[in-house]
């Protein structure tokens, strides 16, 4: 609904027939444009500039999406739970079945399946199917998640390309680090490198200690690098928290209900002041009808009263 400015308000006031004509000519000039979202109202910030899928500011964005998605994992139970059933709903229990038509042709193709999935995992932490829920969650929190393709052993450093293959789990924060500069050139962007005419050549993969520190980068093809996001715009190179739209929301929700917790406790210790003659508790109109003394036989003026406490003082105090 188009409103009058400062202005207009101000000469309605002296002629109305003026306001009311203006308002219905605004009113008709929006009948004009086909989209009403494209016409920002008055105490309405207009839509921001466009801008490409990735920026300068593209790295800082995600990684903080990264913090704030993996806090809310942490320490938000809704948050968790949304994660944990999305996987448990989408992956489940899943298994190869294949179907070749020869019967002892799918036994050993599942068997052989079957056993690699049980120590698919280069740290050999994981199965294949903890692996696949745990990629997925990660999409989910962290915007992406990559997977090194490599084999079990090694000859003199190098690796062994007869022994069996496995899967080297990557997070997000590790491709590119946590403090990956931004470039003007159009062929490095977030941990991915570029040949020039936009096709991925490699990732930039970071180790990461104990202490948090990103070290020994390494460069590794995109023929052996398994990377798995799921893009919002055709020009992104990196995926972005699928959080991202609820982080404010759920912070404000978390903040209310700090704020409500502390506003019934305080009504649960609010302290009771009571008013008599003498200002302490062994007045004899007292419930508990007993004075309290300190350690040098003084009478105090509190009394415990379970999680909150009576304060005595004596009339017409303040």
Request: glycine residues 8%.
């Amino acid at each position: 609904m188009p409103q009058l400015n400062f202005l207009e308000k101000a000469i309605t006031a002296i002629n109305p027939k003026f306001g009311v004509k203006r308002l219905a000519d605004k009113c008709k000039l929006t009948e004009l444009t086909r989209f009403a979202g494209a016409y920002p109202l008055r105490d309405r910030l207009p839509s921001r500039p466009l801008s490409g899928g990735e920026g300068y500011n593209s790295t800082y964005e995600r990684i903080e999406l990264i913090k704030a998605g993996r806090d809310l994992e942490d320490n938000n139970p809704i948050i968790r739970s949304i994660l944990l059933k999305f996987s448990q709903y989408a992956l489940g229990n899943f298994r190869y079945m294949s179907r070749t038509g020869d019967r002892a042709v799918d036994q050993s193709y599942e068997d052989y399946w079957s056993a690699w999935c049980k120590k698919c995992d280069f740290f050999g932490r994981n199965n294949f199917h903890a692996l696949s829920h745990l990629a997925l969650r990660s999409v989910l929190r962290d915007g992406d998640v990559g997977f090194v393709i490599t084999r079990q052993n090694s000859i003199d450093g190098q690796v062994d390309p007869n022994s069996d293959i496995r899967l080297q789990a990557v997070e997000a924060d590790r491709i590119g680090g946590m403090f990956d500069n931004p470039t003007s050139s159009q062929e490095y962007i977030g941990g991915v490198r570029f040949d020039q005419y936009g096709r991925t050549e490699s990732y930039k993969v970071y180790r990461r200690t104990q202490g948090n520190f990103y070290t020994d980068a390494q460069e590794i093809p995109a023929s052996s690098f398994l990377f798995i996001y799921d893009p919002l715009r055709l020009d992104e190179v990196r995926g972005r928290s699928h959080l991202a739209s609820v982080i404010n929301y759920c912070k404000d929700l978390a903040e209310t209900m700090d704020a409500e917790n502390l506003a019934v406790k305080n009504a649960a210790f609010r302290i009771m002041t009571i008013s008599n003659a003498t200002g302490s508790s062994d007045d004899p109109a007292s419930y508990f009808n007993q004075a309290q003394t300190d350690s040098y036989g003084n009478t105090m003026n509190i009394e415990t009263c379970r999680g909150g406490q009576i304060n005595y003082i004596p009339t017409g105090s303040e």
